[in-house]
């Protein structure tokens, strides 16, 4: 099942200390590998995100006697004629409108057993994460969690 993130929260999301907190820890295999599968679909779509964001910006900046984008030292670009501020403007608002179809399910992580192993997340990490997580806490014992520990087997002493 597939789920959608909305384009004006698209960036932050991928700038976010807590996608960079979470995703730069040494986690276990269990977690670390969906995570990991999980940010690739994440990144290629965000990749398309910003090649489209591109297209925009590129049809409204400013452009030299080449009709070539100017671009600033830091690659930035420039608007400064006002001849297009309100097409780019309104252009740019509907695509960060729009939704992103990620094709992977949000991944269902326990916060509890994060906890455990010692990984801190704030408040704001854990809204940014929200939208490619979904964090279970002791309320959702019934739902299905990626399970981070190895649950110790009970009953296997010698008898």
Do not use: W
């Not at 830091?74 to 939704?99: M, P, Q, V």
């Amino acid at each position: 099942m597939a789920f959608k993130i909305k384009n004006k929260e698209f960036e932050g999301l991928m700038k976010s200390q807590g996608v960079n907190r979470l995703f730069n820890q040494t986690l276990p295999a269990r977690l670390s590998y969906p995570l990991a599968m999980l940010m690739k679909v994440v990144q290629s779509a965000f990749d398309t995100f910003l090649q489209q964001k591109l297209v925009i910006i590129e049809k409204y900046c400013d452009r030299d006697e080449k009709n070539e984008p100017i671009r600033g030292e830091k690659g930035e670009y420039f608007f400064t004629k006002d001849n297009n501020a309100k097409e780019f403007t309104e252009e740019h608002k509907e695509f960060l409108d729009l939704e992103t179809k990620i094709k992977e399910d949000r991944l269902p992580v326990d916060l509890k057993a994060l906890d455990e192993i010692g990984v801190e997340l704030s408040p704001l990490d854990l809204m940014s994460l929200g939208l490619l997580i979904e964090f279970k806490g002791p309320e959702d014992k019934k739902k299905k969690v990626v399970p981070i520990k190895e649950k110790k087997k009970e009953g296997s002493g010698k008898g």
